[in-house]
């Protein structure tokens, strides 16, 4: 072996500033993604539940053709950013055994990003519906737009940029140590 080299994959290693085999990455990478998937799965399920009672609240049958619409197209993402969000574990079961866990990682990696797509939209839209019958006002759309743009910008938005200034950064080849992080 080369003086200074592990044995471990040097591809991994130079793309990631770490000392680690594709397996050590894959379960460090699936490890990260649960982590991030516990916080984004528990508010997808407790506003998912929190929109099924609506249903059975006494106000709820006075609600007009759009907002009853608007409700049934809220809990219809909710359902399918729970789903997606929960998809992992599904994925995790099939998988187990098969030597796949970086394939596993990409496949989840993915369906956690549609399920935030999906849980933003739940939120901007059960927004809309809390604020029209809430206030009555037209700015209640208005509202709930500038709230679904905070979102973009909270989420795509504002990690685009970093990864641009990571990518323009020209220290960014230097090992990696105090304050900097290579995943």
């Not at 085999?21 to 991030?36: C, G, H, I, K, M």
Request: with cysteine; hydrophobic share 50%.
């Amino acid at each position: 072996m080369p003086p200074g080299t592990t044995g471990r994959s040097g591809a991994a290693s130079a793309r990631t500033g770490r000392r680690e085999s594709a397996d050590e990455r894959a379960d460090r990478r699936w490890n990260d993604l649960l982590q991030e998937v516990r916080v984004a799965q528990t508010g997808s399920q407790i506003l998912f539940g929190f929109l099924l009672s609506v249903v059975f609240m006494p106000r709820f049958a006075q609600l007009g053709a759009f907002d009853g619409g608007l409700y049934v197209l809220t809990v219809v993402l909710g359902a399918l950013a729970t789903g997606a969000l929960t998809a992992p574990v599904s994925y995790h079961r099939l998988f187990a055994g098969h030597r796949l866990k970086p394939q596993l990682v990409e496949a989840a990696a993915r369906l956690v990003a549609i399920g935030l797509v999906l849980l933003a939209l739940t939120i901007g839209t059960a927004l809309l519906l809390l604020l029209r019958v809430a206030t009555g006002s037209a700015a209640a759309a208005w509202i709930a737009g500038a709230v679904m743009a905070w979102f973009a910008a909270c989420w795509l938005l504002l990690p685009v940029l970093h990864l641009r200034r990571h990518h323009h950064d020209p220290t960014r080849d230097r090992p990696v140590g105090r304050g900097r992080s290579p995943d």
